[in-house]
């Protein structure tokens, strides 16, 4: 079972900032937090994972609280192409664990 | 540098027939994991291949199976088709140095409609 709750879905004004939450309360030391996101049944796309500090890159930046049990995806200005379900996933830092997906975000990108 | 490729990215067969899926991974990426997702169940994880050999499985029957060749490329395979095997079949691939986390990046998919 997914070790995340996410909201079940999410609006957004293009343009504007998408701030997605992601609860984890059970998460261990040794586990990252990642996010992946699937627009209408294509792959999954990896966005961005971290351990404990914040995290940026050109996708997105990844808040996570200093107990670890929360965090949240940030979009800085979201566009229509944005439209999709994100998955947030924790998942231990070590080998190759396989990634478990819960139900994700559905955001949607409103001009 | 290329993406994780998947062929065919379509399929329709028939309940009771065999189907063989193939995934070539990204350049250098050594493992691959394979899920298959349904609208009831969601994105689940079948198994992975690094360095030929099986690595890790999911909850799936023995009529789900996979194998890797040494460029990395895997397949898969599913005997005996049954009618909820109509998924979106996906594969991942990544580099498994085993040094810390380790990235999955995800191929476009092979839908297949079991008839």
């Known amino acids: 079972d997914a070790k995340t709750t996410q909201p079940p879905s999410m609006d957004c004004a293009e343009g504007r900032a998408a701030n997605l939450p992601c609860n984890h309360s059970?998460?261990?030391?040794?586990?990252?937090v990642y996010w992946y996101r699937q627009i209408h049944s294509q792959g999954p796309q990896y966005i961005i994972h971290?351990?404990?500090n914040n995290e940026t890159n050109e996708m997105a930046s990844l808040i996570i609280t200093e107990d670890r049990k929360s965090s949240t995806l940030i979009l800085p200005h979201a566009t229509l192409r944005d439209t999709a379900v994100y998955y947030c996933?924790?998942?231990?830092?070590?080998?190759?664990?396989?990634?478990?997906f819960g139900k994700g975000t559905r955001l949607s990108v409103i001009a | 540098k290329a993406g994780v490729t998947q062929t065919p990215r379509y399929l329709i067969k028939t309940r009771g027939q065999q189907v063989t899926l193939s995934c070539s991974p990204i350049s250098g990426h050594r493992s691959v994991s394979w899920y298959q997702q349904t609208p009831g169940q969601g994105l689940q994880f079948l198994f992975e291949y690094f360095s030929e050999t099986q690595r890790n499985k999911g909850n799936f029957p023995g009529r789900f199976s996979g194998r890797q060749f040494s460029n990395s490329r895997s397949e898969m395979n599913v005997s005996t088709l049954e009618l909820g095997d109509s998924a979106l079949y996906l594969c991942?691939?990544?580099?498994?140095?085993?040094?810390?986390?380790?990235?999955?990046?995800f191929g476009p998919g092979t839908r297949l409609t079991v008839l």
């Open positions: 059970t998460i261990s030391g040794n586990e990252y």
């Open positions: 971290g351990l404990k």
């Open positions: 996933i924790v998942r231990v830092g070590s080998g190759n664990t396989p990634l478990v």
């Open positions: 991942a691939s990544s580099l498994r140095v085993g040094l810390g986390t380790d990235t999955q990046y």
